[in-house]
DNA sequence: GCTGACCTGAAACAGATAGTTCAGAACGCT
DNA sequence: AGCGTTCTGAACTATCTGTTTCAGGTCAGC
């Protein structure tokens, strides 16, 4: 048993590293409550949270210095420079490694839930973009950018959701945006309405929405452009869609997942941000000028 | 483009990161002999040895303390520990996600951003994941699943999606929720009707919504248990909630991301499927009778 | 071989740091 | 309710930190 270092919460003996950062995930039950904020501020904060002092640490996670001190004494460390030691080391050698931190053993109920959870969506998000057609992705960049449309957006059952969130970040970005959320007088106007400038964008994800089926074709033979945002197996919408943009469902439940879909819709978003560039912008700001509560332009530094 | 904090000897304003180890390559012949060994020890245990202190630094290089503190001086920090905060900074960057690289390059315009799109999300969805707590994970399915809870969810400007897409789901499975979905007399009559077996699901990201915070303490202060998801920054609601579950908000886009959250919406509701087991699936059979349209577990064959 | 500039480290110093003590608060358990 | 247990933070302290001071040492140049 060498290498006494850095290996007190780890427990089994086994694992090399014995990552600080599972033994603090391992021993959050034995935790009291705000011990268990530290924990969760170290985690958020990864490494560079336990590279700063007790008292920084405190701050952050909202408790005093005492606390964790017996935090670190409770993972099993002899004091807050030892485990500051420990994350160093582990900093040393891995200094980049991404995924060393999924393991494989499996109990807890719970666990083995999320660790399947984690996966499926992963995999669903990775093999969404890899099916994705990069050309119908501009295309359907350079409609939405193209403020001389009217643009009418319309969802079903769940993902009413994204349809609400595309068309909220379009509104910060360009004019002439509306949601469809219901249907109703609303959408009866929108076909009286609708003509080769406007476009309307739709999300029909399985089980698919007949009165969202139906609006698209009212809203096709006025002469709308269609987008359709759809799943693999392909709404009857694609049947008349101008572009149809895929993403995978599945999911970790037996319902669907929509996490790739919305992943496709923040890449719009981020490729339309790119693409109306100063005009959005200025948009932006002209609206932050009304609502002191928003400020989006300051996230990225 | 100030930012002071971490770019001394970086010098000539171009390099983005401003890496300590780059700095310290380039002041090499400006340095004396013995100061040039401190920076052979530095580089040669980077960042590691950069983390301790300045006599285990002089000790590794052989010279004294006070050589060492010339050396920082000498590189154009302040002291030492702005030359550790500098290193802590970078190392924070570079272990969790590959977000640092994308800086500048693009050429054709739609292709390159949903690249760099696709990359920022993934990596986002991925960190978060591993900084997430099963412990604190499981919780949160325990409390969703226990029937006897009166269930309010709730959530911010974007983030309500969220809480409206977790409630839908909620619905399917067991009853007693309720999604607040505007400010008003809904939320007021939850607030005097709650109690000990109150559950309130808070969405709260950036930039968090006064009304919800203000609502989530009413609700705890009459004595509801508080479940909050939120960003790595944590939302005020984080001091009085009794479980937090956080997810990564970094996005290709200026706006944040609501992926990984979503993500994490998603495998909650997985793990509930799972513990509500054949009680939800009568739930969910009863319910599709009244709605053909509905037919959520025909889908895993 | 003397002089000046420049390194270099021992010793001393001021300030910050981790850790301890203790009293009050919160909690769970008959 | 009342008890004992556990948890938590304010105040304190001993220690260690980074830094400055200063004297000894090295080397180059006429």
Known sequence: MPDADTTPAGGDADGPP???????????ERLSNSERKVARALLAGYPGSGLTTVADLAAAAGVSPPTVIRFTAR????????LQRAIVHEVNEGMGSPLAQYGDTRRSE??????HAVRTIQSSLERS?????????????RLLS???????VVGGRFSRLLADYLSSHLHLLRGRVQLMSEPGLERLAAIADAGPSTLLVVFDYRRYDEAVGQF?????????SVVLLTDNWLSPVAKIADVVLTSRVEAPSPFDSLVP????????IAALTDAVGDRGRERLERLEAFDPQARHLEDQA
């Open 18 to 28: 014995a990552s600080v950062r599972r033994a603090v995930q391992q021993s959050m």
């Open 75 to 82: 993972l099993g460390y002899d004091g807050y420079p030892q």
């Open 110 to 115: 719970g666990e083995e839930v999320l660790d």
């Open 129 to 141: 973009f890899s099916e994705l057609s990069s050309w119908d992705f501009k295309r359907v960049v």
């Open 146 to 152: 193209d403020e001389s449309r009217e643009i009418r």
């Open 216 to 224: 698209a074709v009212d809203m096709k033979s006025r002469g709308s």
């Open 261 to 268: 879909a919305m992943a496709l819709t923040e890449a719009l």
